[in-house]
């Protein structure tokens, strides 16, 4: 399959102004992410996605491909579903949405959401690390339930699966899946997500994987066996990010 993976970019974040162009060991958070897929080479073509001419500026210095969108998409997904209607990147047979927060995503993560796509069973990908309890009760955490064929039965910043006894702490611990924020779709399931309405559980949680999850679009979950590092969405993040940039190059 020709796999395209793109990287949506705006500065509306409103925990973290201005957070593509924030700087991470020198160089803007969009571009490291660029980089970063760049390197786990597992698309054939990488881009940014933006409605940000500032953005789209910076990422043009370095190299990057770019893509202008319009300003008013409410999500990463709705931001590609437009720029793969443009004939440079009509023709590929599978998209991969990486945010633009992600500079420590992993060739594992990225990969396992990827072979759930084109394998043919599920219509979207995503994937997901088994974390410790503790992250229950963090509503910046999102959580996810998969049955047992790998297809999520729910996303969620709530406590989910709920500790109901106690005694079950181990049972429990199998089960808690920390949601890794990326997700594979063939163009069909693309635009089918895009054209669905918006779902009351997607704006009650504020997770758009609600909207094709509720009108019954299979999600395919990839448990990943590695250490989590989280994305970028705070200054705490950021600072911790900087701390950790070289130790993980070079890792």
């Known amino acids: 399959m020709s796999v395209l993976a793109v990287i949506p970019a705006r500065l509306g974040a409103t925990r973290l102004p201005r957070k593509p162009l924030r700087l991470l060991a020198g160089l ?54 437009e720029l793969v209607q443009q004939p440079s990147y009509r023709d590929f047979q599978a998209i991969i949405n990486v945010q633009g927060d992600e500079p420590f995503v992993s060739r594992q993560a990225l990969q396992s959401a990827l072979r759930v796509v084109t394998d043919g069973r599920h219509d979207i990908g995503t994937a997901a690390v088994l974390a410790t309890p503790d992250v229950l009760d963090d509503p910046n955490v999102v959580k996810v339930v998969a049955g047992d064929d790998g297809r999520a039965l729910y996303f969620s910043r709530a406590p989910i699966p709920f500790l109901r006894n106690h005694t079950d702490n181990e049972l429990q611990r199998a089960y808690v899946w920390q949601h890794i924020g990326i997700y594979v779709y063939t163009p069909e399931a693309l635009s089918r997500w895009v054209r669905l309405p918006a779902n009351p559980l997607e704006q009650i949680e504020r997770l758009e994987q609600l909207r094709p999850l509720a009108a019954g679009m299979s999600i395919g979950v990839a448990l990943v066996d590695e250490p989590l590092r989280p994305g970028i969405d705070t200054e705490q993040d950021l600072e911790r990010a900087n701390r950790e940039w070289s130790a993980f190059t070079t890792g």
């Open 28 to 81: 803007p958070l969009v571009v490291r992410v660029w980089q970063r897929v760049v390197e786990l080479d597992v698309a054939d073509t990488v881009v940014v996605a933006t409605d940000s001419d500032e953005v789209a500026r910076v990422a043009i210095e370095h190299g990057i491909a770019v893509a202008m969108t319009s300003p008013e998409h409410s999500s990463g997904t709705e931001r590609i579903a």
